[in-house]
């Protein structure tokens, strides 16, 4: 390795959580899935050519003027109810001023000290079924900003680029941000609890239809701030922020770096800066960014050209009224109305199967039937192949055909496996899978019988215990006929052929 190159020392993950004690605060950026932008009639939708879905006022031109989207207005609103927040009777946008290529403007139009919603909470539920409440400091509206191409080099990033690419098209788009309080006391669990927070709360927008929450194309953003304090401090260390982690995994992983970066840091007599970072997917490290800012830097002061945002009690009313059954309410009734223990509901749930079996049981399927395969053979086969559940080539419709096939006794469930196979190597749909793949049972007793009395002559030692009473030893004869038909007989009926034709 060049001498160059600096490693960055790390503390064992044990030690570090025997030192010291983790703070947490996490930022959520929500893009919300309105028609149009926060402050203009621009189209709000992902991709499309670069700077072709921009206008003087997401632009920032001379003599433009915001007017605020009520829809996101209504959004950000439903969004504190469901977190228990309080919703402000009057609040008001400000501008935070800094210089980035990718802000237009040249300052953001946000919302500082009088956010639309404060002081709400967010159960969130571990592996192991604890529950941890995550307090919600305040929950505010604000526009995205432009996005930044840096071209050449090697890390995609502005150092060693040759030169830098902006699109606008993002500039303008409606953002709520949740900040949560100070969380404490997780210990060990710390990355566990971010990853959960972070799961609940996509989870919770995702019910309320306020945004698609795709974290891969950057409408669910997070960015984690950590500091450690030694064992027994009361005031927090200097915490760092880790910008922009796209994915629930990433967010664990860095969550957990940092605490094993920083802890070495002390460790060491070193100093933690208090500066932003960037996570790498690839080593599940970080890198420093800038020095972080604080509220003064921005500048903040109150938003001229928009008037203030005073929803009226009655129209909050109203719109928690439109709030759907929330997940955890859905999962309670979920667990009632499939009769399944909480440690099966655990499963279900750590595995991403939750929605995946709802809508196998709206195609018609049964709830075990639809829940055994879900969280254990396509479990496996998304293990198997490195991808998500939901993102496995077959669908809950073409699982609950296969259901129904052996429940109307077409297919075996060894059958039935073979068939689901088919249909996540492309086949076809599970009847075409069967077709194709010559797999319906063989249900004609006279063929079953054919099979059953080539198996008995060719065992005749194991024919004569059956018929001295030996019943047990049918097995072999069941099994023979299995194989003959190459798994598609039905082995309850080949058994009653056997003993028929052997005690009758």
Known sequence: MSASVAVTELMDYDEVVQRFDPVLGLEVHVELSTNTKMFCGCENAFGGEPNTKVCPVCLGLPGSLPVVNGKAVESAIRIGLALNCDIAEWCR???????????????????????????????????DGEVVRVEIERAHMEE????????????????????SLL?????????????????????????????AYVTALRDLLRALGVSDVRMDQGSLRCDA?????????AEFGTRTETKNVNSLRSVERAVRYEMTRQAAVLANGG????????????????????TKETAEDYRYFPEPDLVPVAPSREWVEELRATLPELPWERLKRIQTEWQLTDPE????????????????????????????????????????????????PITPVQLARVIALVAEGSLTNKLAREVVDGVLAG??????????????????????????????????????????????????IVGAVMKATKGQADAKRVRELVLSRCTG
Do not use: C
């Open 271 to 290: 100093r933690v800066v208090q500066e932003t970072r960037h996570f790498d997917e690839s080593t599940g490290s970080t890198s420093s960014g800038r």
């Open 225 to 233: 701030n950590v500091s450690l304090m030694a064992k027994g401090a």
């Open 345 to 392: 509901l655990r499963d279900l749930v750590n595995a991403g199967a939750v929605e995946l079996v709802a809508e196998t049981v709206a195609a018609g399927a049964g709830p075990a039937e639809a829940r055994s395969w879900w969280v254990s053979y396509l479990t496996q086969q998304a293990n198997t192949r490195g991808v998500d559940l939901a993102d496995l």
């Open 427 to 476: 086949e076809g749909e599970p009847d075409q899978v069967v077709e194709a793949r010559g797999l319906k049972v063989v249900s004609d007793d006279s063929a079953l019988l054919a099979a059953v009395d080539e198996a008995l002559a060719a065992q005749p030692d194991i024919a004569e215990k059956i018929r001295s009473g030996k019943v047990a030893a049918a097995g072999a």
């Open 167 to 195: 699109d606008y098209n993002r500039a303008g788009v409606p953002l709520i941000e949740i900040v949560t309080k100070p969380i404490v006391g997780t210990g060990a669990r710390a990355p566990e609890v971010a990853r």
């Open 144 to 163: 995205d900003t432009g996005k930044s191409l840096h071209v050449g080099g090697s890390t995609g990033r502005i150092h060693g680029a040759e030169h």
């Open 93 to 127: 946008f400000a501008r935070k001023n800094y210089f980035y290529p990718d802000m237009p403007k040249n300052f953001q139009t946000s919302q500082y000290d009088e956010p639309i919603a404060v002081n709400g909470w967010l159960d969130v539920v571990l592996d």
